[in-house]
């Protein structure tokens, strides 16, 4: 069973920065689809970000397109959600999600498979 690994939440002043984990231990993610999401308090799971496995192609939602950026580090078996000036609407539960497939990533979360727990973000003064 594939399990996702999250970590880097905490807690930011507006206009910081953090950069967030995702890691699958005892597996290799170099063939599958990731996928960012998060959670507000009292909203719904938001698509925020997605890599594919083929060529490392990207997707981002409109509220972060600019200040967050994707990656994988194959060798490191992790990928990456790199995010700057981090906004208050910014703040949630960040979730990676991982489908194995080669061709494309989804901002759908019922596309993916494989869910990690969670890491908390909090942007606030």
């Known amino acids: 069973q594939l399990l996702l690994v999250e970590s880097g939440g905490g807690l930011v002043q507006p206009g910081g920065s953090l950069r967030l984990s995702c890691a699958a231990p005892?597996?290799?993610?170099?063939?599958?689809?990731i996928g960012w999401f998060r959670q507000a308090p009292g909203k719904g799971r938001e698509a925020v970000s997605c890599i594919k496995s083929r060529d490392s192609s990207t997707k981002y939602a409109d509220s972060v397109k600019g200040r967050f950026t994707i990656s994988r580090d194959n060798a490191k078996n992790t990928v990456y959600l790199q995010m700057n000036n981090l906004k208050p609407e910014d703040t949630g539960v960040y979730y990676c999600?991982?489908?194995?497939?080669?061709?494309?990533?989804?901002?759908?979360?019922?596309?993916?498979?494989?869910w990690g727990q969670g890491t908390q973000v909090t942007v606030s003064t």
């Open positions: 005892g597996f290799t993610l170099d063939s599958h689809a």
């Open positions: 999600a991982a489908r194995h497939t080669s061709f494309s990533c989804s901002d759908s979360s019922t596309w993916y498979d494989h």
